[in-house]
């Protein structure tokens, strides 16, 4: 339970720390609005092509977007040493590790609340009746995401050349995250078949578990300084 | 340098020897099969190359658990050896797989599950060989990339999956023409000739395993000394 309590002080400390700097909000939320549109440029002017295409749109984006966010959490701890401070405090390791992680969980489900709907708008993919379903699939998809996402930029926050690694160590990892969001939000964007989007929010509960319950033991090997 | 002993030599010998025959077994004495006709001697090939390397993606898995277990170094010599033949083994495997799909399917590429999970598995591979490439220090070296080999088995389930699905959530069987669909199907003489090229594959692994081995435990000694020297006076590197 302290653990808990210890995970818990560090996600307030990350917020109040990006509440007071915005620097995450601003880069990720333009990042990936810039994203959105290069892809709308780049699809071009059909509305099939757009519809058919905005829920990879949509992933991509909150994709790019959430190694921002994660590279950023470490990178802050850089600065002035405070990493050290942070591993000098008699609190489990794996504590810090969740802070972070539910920190960058906090930030990517909130952009991509943002995002869905402006996705929907900007490519003409519109949300039918069950459109609260995408909440969850967004919510079980950055969960995923940011538990490899924060695990890595751990990993290589002390290595040289870490903003190229990151994307490059993690995205073969999440590559089934992003398959199972993108066809269940296709679904929902689409073709609107709730019972094939619980096929794949099963495939994310089950992701999310196993790299939940793997990256937190073996966290500490990585934090051994 | 010490020498290369005796028994690795006529190891390696009768390896070769095997290797030769399973080819000749595959290009000669096997018959063409009725659908795929002589495109079933790739299979022999194809098929070994992709068992082993996946086997040795889960011995360096394993070897890197007992470095973390135990924190000796040989463990992190051999998870390199397994990670590196596993490499070398993704890539032919991708390679072969490439080659077969040409002329049965008409393209070289049509995301496949498995050569998809084949070429995920070749890129992660490649990050664990990054890692360790910017890590200096070996012990945290390492602890490192043992971790990032952890990382790398338990996704290949997920990636399995993923890759299944990438099409469509249920597939169509006529599609799914590969190894392990063809296999309930294979004839005995197929399967035969088949397994002993497995078994020789994973032979010409564990005699590949071993050079890498000696070779890698060669390296550990030198650095060791090297610092030792180093410790001393830095005479020798004026």
Request: proline fraction near 4%.
């Amino acid at each position: 339970m302290d653990d808990l309590k210890d995970a818990l002080s560090i996600f307030k400390k990350d917020l109040l720390q990006e509440w007071r700097s915005k620097a995450v909000t601003v880069a990720t939320v333009f990042f990936a609005s810039i994203v959105l549109m290069v892809l709308a440029f780049a699809l071009g002017s059909n509305d099939t092509v757009l519809k058919i295409a905005a829920p990879g749109v949509l992933w991509v984006a909150l994709a790019f977007a959430g190694i921002i966010s994660a590279a950023q959490s470490y990178q802050n701890e850089l600065e002035e040493n405070a990493l050290e401070q942070l591993l000098l405090y008699p609190i489990a390791r794996s504590s810090i590790f969740l802070g972070k992680l539910l920190a960058n969980w906090f930030y990517m489900s909130l952009l991509g609340f943002i995002l869905v709907p402006v996705t929907s708008i900007l490519f003409k993919a519109p949300l039918g009746s069950n459109w609260w379903l995408i909440l969850v699939v967004v919510l079980l998809g950055t969960l995923g995401f940011s538990i490899i996402s924060s695990f890595y930029a751990a990993l290589t926050a002390n290595l040289r050349a870490r903003e190229s690694l990151l994307p490059v160590l993690m995205f073969p990892i999440v590559i089934p995250i992003l398959q199972a969001a993108v066809k269940a939000s296709r679904e929902l964007m689409t073709d609107n078949n709730p019972a094939i989007v619980f096929d794949w929010l099963q495939l994310l509960i089950g992701f999310d578990l196993i790299y939940f319950v793997v990256t937190l033991a073996v966290f500490h090997f990585i934090m051994e300084e | 340098m010490p020498k290369q002993p005796m028994w690795l030599n006529v190891y390696g010998f009768v390896v070769l020897v095997l290797f030769l025959l399973g080819m000749y077994l595959g290009l000669v004495v096997s018959p063409p099969d009725a659908s795929m006709g002589e495109l079933i001697r790739m299979i022999y090939a194809h098929v070994a190359v992709a068992w082993v390397g996946f086997l040795a993606v889960v011995l360096a898995a394993l070897h890197s658990m007992l470095f973390l277990w135990k924190a000796n170094f040989k463990d992190d010599i051999r998870a390199v050896a397994h990670a590196e033949i596993a490499l070398v083994f993704a890539g032919l495997t991708i390679a072969s797989g490439m080659t077969w799909s040409k002329p049965t399917l008409g393209v070289f590429w049509d995301w496949d599950a498995k050569l998809t999970l084949t070429a995920l598995l070749a890129s992660l591979l490649v990050g664990y060989f990054i890692v360790r490439g910017l890590i200096d220090d070996p012990e945290r070296r390492g602890r490192i990339s043992a971790v990032v080999m952890i990382i790398v088995m338990a996704s290949l389930p997920f990636n399995y999956m993923a890759a299944k699905w990438f099409r469509t959530l249920h597939p169509a069987k006529s599609y799914n023409v590969d190894a392990t669909g063809l296999s309930s199907t294979m004839s005995p003489v197929f399967v035969k000739i088949l397994l002993f090229n497995v078994v020789v594959a994973a032979m010409i692994y564990i005699y590949f395993f071993i050079q890498r081995n000696r070779i890698g435990q060669q390296e550990a000694e030198l650095f060791e000394k090297e610092t030792e020297l180093d410790v001393k006076g830095d005479f020798i590197h004026v």
